[in-house]
C-alpha cells in the first residue's frame, strides 16, 4: 500500500480532535472526510530562487512550441505580433498606410566629402523629441536602401557610435543613428526599476523597451518617407541596448528586411540562473504578460535576414545561452526554408564589438539590401582615427537649447494610459463591470496562474491548545514546490460553526504579529493566519528584495501576484477544513497585503468581508531604490484598475477600512453607499472598535 491509500485509509490519523465543528451535520461543510494529520514533515519547498530558475527554463525549454512547421506559423504569426505588440503598449498604433511620417525637425547639417549629416529630432509621440544624425551618402543616383543604427548605454551616443552610420554611409546606405530617451540630449529613464525604485511601471504595463521599439517604428516611417531611401530595403542594427532594440524593432515591423543584433542575446533561463539580469537596463525585456523567450521574438522575425552577432566571454550575456537562442532559431529558420537567412557570428572577448562582427553585419547588409555579395574581409571596417571623428558639438542636435515641452523624462508617467474609475449605475452594471475586469485580470495580470494545479494536498499537521484557546495548524499546496501554512484558532466559547476570518502574514513580521492582528478583531469567529510566500517559514532576506521583483516580472508574474495565488488556495485549503462553512469565510490584511487580499477577494467572488487597515493608496506609486520594503506591482493591472476601484467592485462583500485610510478609497465609499445594501462599508479608526452586526 502507499503512502497516499494509507493516509485515506488509517483511522488512527484522522484529525477530529479540532473539532471545528461535525462534519457529517455542518450545512456548508466540505463532504470531504476530516483532514489526515501528517505522517511525515512536508515536502522540502523550492527557495524562491529556484523556483523562478525552474519557471525561467520552462518558458526557455517552450519557446518555438507552437510552430511545428511552416503552415503552423504562418496561421500563429498575425495573433503572436498583435500579443507582441500588446505586452510593448502598441497594440493601438495605427497601422502604416493611416499614420503620418513624424514631425522632423532639422537644426544644422555637416558637409563631407562623401556623404552629409542631417543633425535633427523628430516626434514619435505628441512631444516625445528623439534626437538622431541622418547620414546621407553624396551622388547618389537612386534611393538608396536605409538603416537605423540603435545607440547602446554610451554617453554622448550619436558621438560613441559615429563610426558605423559613417560607414554605412560610405557604402551607400542611407543610415540614422537614434538616441535612447536614456542617453539622449534630453535625458529620460531606462533605470526606473533597476535604479530609481519605480516597480509601478510594471503595474503600468510600462517597459523601455516598448518606448525605444516606437522610437524605431518611426525612425522607419521617417526613413520612408525620405526620397534618398528606398522604402523596400531597410534594415536596424545596434549592439548591447541597440542590440536588444535590434530584436524588438523588427519583431515589431515587418518593414526591417535584415536586421544585425550585437551583445544582445540571451535565454531567459540564462539571465535568472546566471543572474545576469542583475547587470541589465529594463530595456533589455518586456512586460512580459504571455511568458516568451527570445527566441520566441526571434519567430517573429523570420524568415527575414537576421544575424546574431556575440562575444564569447560576455559578462552580461552567456555564450552558452546565446548558441541556445541560435539553435532554437535555426530549427524555425530550417523548417521555413529560409536557413541561410540566419547567421550566428561569435568573437572574441567581453561585450563588445570586434572587427569580424562589425564587417560581417556590413557584408549582410549589402548582399540583403543592395543585393550584392561582399565578403566580409572585402568590405572594410570602421576608421576610429582621431581625424575621422566628429566632436559633441558638431553633432549636438539641440545648438539652441532643447524645445520646450519636450517629454521625454514624463512619458513613463503618461504612456500607456492607466484605467479610469469605472462608472456604474446599478448592481446590474457593476456585475457587467467586475466580469469585464476580471476576465482582464486574468488575461493580462495574472496569466502566470499555473493552468493545471495540483491537487492542494490540505492535512493537518498537528493541534493545539493553549488555555481557553484550541487550534490546529494546516498545510497545503499552493503550486508545485510550495507547501504553505496556516493556523486556525478559536476561543472554546466560539461555536465550531463561527465563521471564519484569514488573516494574511506581512512580510518581516515577527511570528505573533498576525495573531495579535486578529486578536483586535472582537467578533466570535475562528481566526486563520496564513503565511504566503515570502513570509512565515518561506520569507526570503530583503537583501533578495530586489533581484526578486525584477526577476519574477520577466517570468510573466511579480512578488504580489504569486500572493494573490497563494492566498486564492489558502481559501480552498480553508473551506475544506472540517466545519468550515464557505460562504462565511472572510478576509484581514494590513498595508502591503491589502493589496494582495483585494485581488483576491475580487478574484476568488465569494468572501463574505473585507478587512483592511492602512491599505496602500494606489499600485502606481513608486518604493524603494533597492527594492526594499512593500512590493504591490502587479503586471498591467494599472491599465484595468487600481486598489480603490477593486475594492468598489466587491459590493455587496462587506468592507471595513481602518487605520490610515487614503482619500483615494472616498471612490469605494461612495459607490457602496449609492448601492446601498446589502453591501455596507465601514471606516473606523482602529480594527479593535469595529463589530460585526
Known amino acids: 500500500m502507499n503512502r497516499r491509500r494509507f493516509l485515506q485509509s488509517s483511522p488512527a490519523l484522522l484529525g477530529a480532535g479540532f473539532a471545528l465543528a461535525a462534519p457529517a451535520t455542518t450545512q456548508g461543510a466540505s463532504d470531504t472526510a476530516p483532514l489526515p494529520r501528517a505522517l511525515d514533515p512536508a515536502p522540502q519547498n523550492l527557495t524562491i530562487r529556484d523556483y523562478l530558475c525552474r519557471e525561467a527554463a520552462a518558458i526557455t525549454e517552450r519557446a518555438l512550441r507552437d510552430f511545428p512547421d511552416r503552415r503552423a506559423w504562418e496561421q500563429a504569426i498575425p495573433r503572436k505580433r498583435q500579443q507582441y505588440l500588446a505586452m510593448l503598449g502598441l497594440e493601438d498604433l495605427p497601422p502604416r498606410d493611416r499614420r503620418e511620417p513624424p514631425p522632423v525637425h532639422v537644426t544644422g547639417t555637416v558637409e563631407r566629402p562623401a556623404y552629409r549629416i542631417e543633425k535633427l529630432s523628430y516626434e514619435s509621440l505628441p512631444g516625445l523629441y528623439v534626437t538622431a544624425n541622418l547620414y546621407l551618402p553624396k551622388n547618389l543616383s537612386a534611393p538608396a536602401p536605409g538603416v537605423v543604427y540603435v545607440c547602446g548605454h554610451a554617453q554622448e551616443q550619436k558621438v560613441h557610435y559615429q563610426a558605423h552610420p559613417r560607414r554605412f554611409a560610405e557604402l551607400g546606405f542611407v543610415c540614422l543613428i537614434v538616441e535612447t530617451v536614456q542617453l539622449g540630449e534630453v535625458t529620460g529613464h531606462h533605470h526606473g526599476c533597476y535604479r530609481e525604485g519605480w516597480f509601478q511601471w510594471y503595474s503600468r504595463g510600462y517597459s523601455p523597451a516598448a518606448v525605444e521599439t516606437l522610437n524605431g517604428i518611426r525612425a522607419l516611417d521617417l526613413l520612408q518617407a525620405r526620397p534618398e531611401v528606398d522604402p523596400q530595403h531597410l534594415g536596424v542594427t545596434g549592439i548591447s541596448g541597440g542590440g536588444a532594440t535590434s530584436w524588438w524593432l523588427p519583431a515589431a515591423d515587418e518593414r526591417v528586411g535584415a536586421a544585425a543584433p550585437v ?28 511568458r516568451w523567450d527570445l527566441a520566441d521574438i526571434g519567430a517573429l522575425i523570420a524568415p527575414r535576414p537576421l544575424l546574431i552577432g556575440s562575444a564569447n566571454r560576455d559578462g552580461l550575456f552567456t555564450i552558452a545561452s546565446i548558441r541556445e537562442v541560435h539553435r532554437q532559431l535555426a530549427g524555425l529558420y530550417e523548417r521555413l526554408g529560409a536557413a541561410e537567412n540566419l547567421r550566428l557570428i561569435e568573437t572574441p572577448g567581453g561585450h563588445s564589438y570586434h572587427e569580424r562582427s562589425r564587417t560581417g553585419i556590413f557584408s549582410w547588409f549589402i548582399k540583403h539590401l543592395q543585393g550584392r555579395d561582399v565578403p566580409p574581409e572585402q568590405v572594410g571596417d570602421i576608421d576610429n582615427s582621431p581625424a575621422k571623428q566628429e566632436s559633441a558639438e558638431t553633432l549636438r542636435v539641440y545648438v539652441n537649447g532643447a524645445p520646450a515641452g519636450n517629454r521625454c523624462a514624463q512619458i513613463p508617467d503618461s504612456w500607456p494610459a492607466v484605467a479610469e474609475p469605472p462608472s456604474m449605475s446599478d448592481a446590474a452594471a457593476l456585475q457587467r463591470e467586475r466580469e469585464r475586469i476580471v476576465a482582464a485580470l486574468r488575461r493580462t495580470t495574472f496569466a502566470a496562474f499555473p493552468e493545471n494545479p495540483p491537487p492542494l494536498a490540505s492535512r493537518i499537521e498537528y493541534e493545539f491548545e493553549d488555555g481557553a484557546t484550541r487550534g490546529v495548524v494546516f498545510s497545503f499546496t499552493s503550486e508545485a514546490g510550495w507547501r504553505l501554512h496556516g493556523k486556525a484558532t478559536r476561543a472554546q466559547t466560539v461555536s465550531p460553526t463561527a465563521p471564519a476570518v484569514l488573516g494574511l502574514c506581512v512580510p518581516g513580521e515577527d511570528r505573533y504579529a498576525t495573531r495579535s492582528f486578529l486578536g483586535r478583531l472582537h467578533a466570535p469567529w475562528v481566526k486563520i493566519e496564513i503565511a504566503t510566500r515570502g513570509t512565515g517559514d518561506t520569507a526570503w532576506g530583503e537583501e533578495l528584495q530586489w533581484h526578486l521583483r525584477r526577476a519574477s516580472a520577466w517570468t510573466g508574474r511579480t512578488v504580489a501576484s504569486m500572493r494573490v495565488w497563494d492566498t486564492l488556495r489558502a481559501l480552498e485549503a480553508v473551506r475544506q477544513l472540517p466545519g468550515m462553512a464557505p460562504a462565511t469565510v472572510s478576509l484581514a490584511a494590513r498595508g502591503e497585503m491589502a493589496a494582495v487580499a483585494l485581488y483576491a477577494a475580487l478574484l476568488d467572488g465569494h468572501v463574505e468581508r473585507l478587512l483592511l487597515e492602512s491599505p496602500p493608496a494606489t499600485q502606481n506609486a513608486p518604493s524603494q531604490p533597492d ?41 469605494a465609499e461612495q459607490f457602496y453607499t449609492r448601492l446601498g445594501g446589502p ?6 479608526k482602529e480594527l479593535s472598535s469595529w463589530h460585526p452586526a
Open 263 to 290: 551583445c544582445g542575446t540571451a535565454t531567459l533561463a540564462s539571465h535568472l540562473a546566471d543572474r545576469t539580469i542583475d547587470d541589465h537596463c529594463d530595456c533589455m525585456w518586456w512586460v512580459n504578460t504571455e
Open 627 to 667: 527594492g526594499k520594503g512593500p512590493a504591490i506591482e502587479m503586471l498591467n493591472c494599472l491599465r484595468v484598475t487600481d486598489l480603490p476601484q477593486v475594492a468598489g467592485l466587491l459590493w455587496p462583500a462587506g468592507l471595513v477600512l481602518a487605520g490610515e485610510v487614503p482619500a483615494s478609497y472616498d471612490w
Open 679 to 684: 453591501g455596507r462599508l465601514s471606516r473606523v
